[in-house]
Nanobody, 112 residues
Framework: QVQLEESGGGLVRPGGSLTLSCVAS?????MAWYRQGSGNQRDVVAL???????TYAEFAKGRFTISRDNAKNTIYLQMNDLRPEDTDVYYC?????????WGQGTQVTVSS
């Protein structure tokens, strides 16, 4: 079992920035951010492993940066140049052997 605590969502104007944080209750190999999107399936935004390998969705490349502090079991998603279409609920997701867990979600709204 692992518990997740997300923070950092909010309202920002187009072109602005936000940083999301997700703290896990223990060390975990894969940590990622997803967003809900328009369908039933959540879309990956960015993923980072305990070794620091990263993967980004095409829409996130060049604007979003995922990072992690292994000592704090925390990941961050720095989001720059935010656009109205980035408005969504963002979820932290973690995975390891025998573990799959979602955070409760944090709302990001990009609007003038």
């Amino acid at each position: 079992q692992v518990q997740l605590e997300e923070s950092g969502g909010g309202l920002v104007r187009p072109g602005g920035s936000l940083t999301l944080s997700c703290v896990a209750s223990r060390s975990i190999h894969v940590m990622a951010w997803y967003r809900q999107g328009s369908g039933n399936q959540r879309d990956v935004v960015a993923l980072i492993t305990s070794g620091g390998s990263t993967t980004y969705a095409e829409f996130a490349k060049g604007r979003f940066t995922i990072s992690r502090d292994n000592a704090k079991n925390t990941i961050y998603l720095q989001m720059n140049d935010l656009r109205p279409e980035d408005t969504d609920v963002y979820y932290c997701y973690v995975a390891d052997v025998g573990v799959r867990e979602w955070g409760q979600g944090t709302q990001v709204t990009v609007s003038s």
